[in-house]
C-alpha cells in the first residue's frame, strides 16, 4: 500500500517563501521518480517539478524555473518543494506524485503518475 502525504502548505506574502513536504509509505520509494502539481481552482492540474529517483535530475515547469526547487530524501521518504520568490498566481493546492513504474524518464503527463497525495493548499497574498 503506497501512502502520500504532503504537509508544510500555508499562506504567505509575495515574495516570500514556503516548503511543502511529502512523506511517502512503501519500501521501493527509491525506485520511483517522484513530482509535485498544482491544481487552482476551476483550473486542471498542471505539473511543477520532478525528480529522479536518484535525486540527480530534475525537471520544472517554466511559470516556476529560478524559484522552485524539487529535492528528496530516500533515507526518510520524503520529497520537498523549496519555494522562493513566491506570487500570488502560485496560489494553488499542491498535490505530490509518485510514477506509475521505475523509469529514468521525468515526465509532465499527470497520467504517468498513478499515486496522488490529498494535497496541501497554498495560498499567496499580494
Known amino acids: 500500500q503506497v501512502q502520500l502525504v504532503e504537509s508544510g502548505g500555508g499562506l504567505v506574502q509575495a515574495g516570500g517563501s514556503l516548503r511543502p513536504s511529502c512523506a511517502a509509505s512503501?519500501?521501493?520509494?527509491?525506485?520511483?521518480?517522484m513530482a509535485w502539481f498544482l491544481q487552482a481552482p476551476g483550473k486542471e492540474r498542471e505539473f511543477v517539478a520532478a525528480?529522479?529517483?536518484?535525486?540527480?535530475?530534475?525537471k520544472n515547469a517554466d511559470s516556476v524555473k529560478g524559484r522552485f526547487t524539487i529535492s528528496r530524501d530516500n533515507t526518510k521518504n520524503m520529497v520537498y518543494l523549496q519555494m522562493n520568490r513566491l506570487k500570488p498566481e502560485d496560489t494553488a493546492v499542491y498535490y505530490c506524485?509518485?510514477?506509475?513504474?521505475?523509469?529514468?524518464?521525468?515526465?509532465?503527463?499527470?497520467?504517468?503518475?498513478?499515486?496522488w497525495g490529498p494535497g496541501t493548499q497554498v495560498t499567496v497574498s499580494s
Open positions: 525528480i529522479s529517483w536518484s535525486g540527480e535530475i530534475t
Open positions: 512503501g519500501r521501493t520509494f527509491s525506485r520511483y521518480v
Open positions: 506524485a509518485r510514477s506509475k513504474s521505475y523509469s529514468s524518464i521525468l515526465t509532465r503527463d499527470r497520467y504517468e503518475y498513478e499515486y
